[in-house]
């Protein structure tokens, strides 16, 4: 099965920040990643798939970038909302396996 | 509106089994993959099981394989997730979560077959969560 790791595991930040979370994968999975953002009490939130490409409706902020076995989710200028858990997941196999997050605080 | 609403969840003793649901409004089923995901408490995120279309393609996590199944029943835009030969690690929220996926032929030069492509958009629509608990 494929393996994710993420890095950091938690990282306080401040408003207007540029934060980066890296996911990397234990083979090639090509573009096949999707990230989401996880509040406390909620369910997550998918903010990314294919690495790059945003749903609708998620804010420009986001992106992603990275291909085969490194992959980021940059937030650009941090808000207060943003505060929360972002996690990786692949997509084009089973089990699809998510990353173990990584927490964004204060 | 588009949801996904899960229930059958609550306590049960270690070896007891449990069936969750997930009903699904606004759209229709049929069209997604479906997908299983639970959080222990203070955990991360754990994909347990997911199922295509139409149900003829299933996967498990090792962790659940032989004692959890999953099923759909497109004309009653349900999902479920029946759970056997519980164990206090199962202790959980369980979430629902639809998943687009689409396929596209692509012809290749005979005597090659027809290349299929698949297209993956991650899982956009989650349930709210159903408590499991596992307890003597």
């Known amino acids: 099965d494929i393996q994710l790791t993420q890095s950091p595991s938690f990282m306080s930040a401040s408003v207007g920040d540029i934060v980066t979370i890296t996911c990397r994968a234990s083979q090639d999975i090509t573009s096949y990643l999707a990230w989401y953002q996880q509040k406390p009490g909620k369910a997550p939130k998918l903010l990314i798939y294919n690495a790059v490409t945003l749903p609708s409706g998620v804010p420009p902020r986001f992106s992603g970038s990275g291909s085969a076995t490194e992959f980021t989710l940059t937030i650009t200028s941090l808000q207060p909302e943003d505060f929360a858990t972002y996690f990786c997941?692949?997509?084009?196999?089973?089990?699809?396996?998510f990353g173990p997050g990584t927490k964004v605080d204060i | 509106q588009v949801q996904l609403e899960v229930s059958g969840g609550g306590l049960v003793k270690p070896g007891g089994s449990l069936r969750l649901s997930c009903a699904a409004s606004g759209f229709g089923l049929g069209d997604y993959y479906m997908n299983w995901i639970r959080q222990a408490p203070g955990e991360g995120l754990e994909w347990i099981s997911g199922?295509?279309?139409?149900?003829?393609?299933?996967g498990y996590v090792d962790s659940v394989k032989g004692r959890f199944t999953i099923s759909r029943d497109n004309a009653k835009n349900s999902l479920y997730l029946q759970m056997n030969s519980l164990r206090v690690e199962d202790t959980a929220i369980y979430f629902c979560?639809?998943?687009?996926?689409?396929?596209?032929?692509?012809?290749?030069?005979?005597?090659?077959?027809?290349?299929?492509?698949?297209?993956?958009?991650?899982?956009?629509?989650w349930g709210q969560g159903t408590t499991v608990t596992v307890s003597s």
């Open positions: 979560a639809r998943e687009e996926v689409r396929i596209e032929t692509m012809p290749q030069k005979r005597p090659l077959p027809p290349k299929t492509i698949y297209y993956y958009y991650g899982m956009d629509v």
């Open positions: 997941q692949h997509l084009n196999n089973y089990p699809r396996i």
């Open positions: 199922i295509n279309w139409n149900g003829d393609t299933t």
